[in-house]
Nanobody
Framework: QVQLVESGGGLVQAGGSLRLSCAAS????????MAWFRQAPGKEREFVAA????????YYADSVKGRFTISRDNAGNTVYLRMATLKPEDTAVYYC?????????????????WGQGTQVTVSS
């Protein structure tokens, strides 16, 4: 089992940057593909970015492509989401998720473990 704890959220002005971190427990972190999702008030949870077990493959939602970067440190059991050129529409609770699947998925139902979320608020 994996426990995930996100951090790094906060309030930032439009155009600014933030880096989210997700620390995972356990010694099998490299066995999981990882992803970030987000959920804005009144909206469904949506895929943001995903990274393969080794970190060699990444995938992004069109809405964040070119602005966000997902990365991972398997030795440190941590996955990151670097967010740049933030927009008010990026405001949401951001969740880290892990899947045992060997393929990257954009579907929330494919992920086995979830963190508690961290709030990101972008002011205009």
């Amino acid at each position: 089992q994996v426990q995930l704890v996100e951090s790094g959220g906060g309030l930032v002005q439009a155009g600014g940057s933030l880096r989210l971190s997700c620390a995972a427990s356990g010694r099998t972190f490299s066995s999981y593909a990882m992803a970030w999702f987000r959920q804005a008030p009144g909206k469904e949870r949506e895929f943001v970015a995903a990274i393969s077990r080794s970190g060699g493959s990444t995938y992004y939602a069109d809405s964040v492509k070119g602005r966000f970067t997902i990365s991972r440190d398997n030795a440190g059991n941590t996955v990151y989401l670097r967010m740049a050129t933030l927009k008010p529409e990026d405001t949401a609770v951001y969740y880290c998720a892990a899947t045992r699947s060997h393929v990257i998925s954009t579907q929330a139902g494919e992920y086995d473990y979830w963190g508690q979320g961290t709030q990101v608020t972008v002011s205009s």
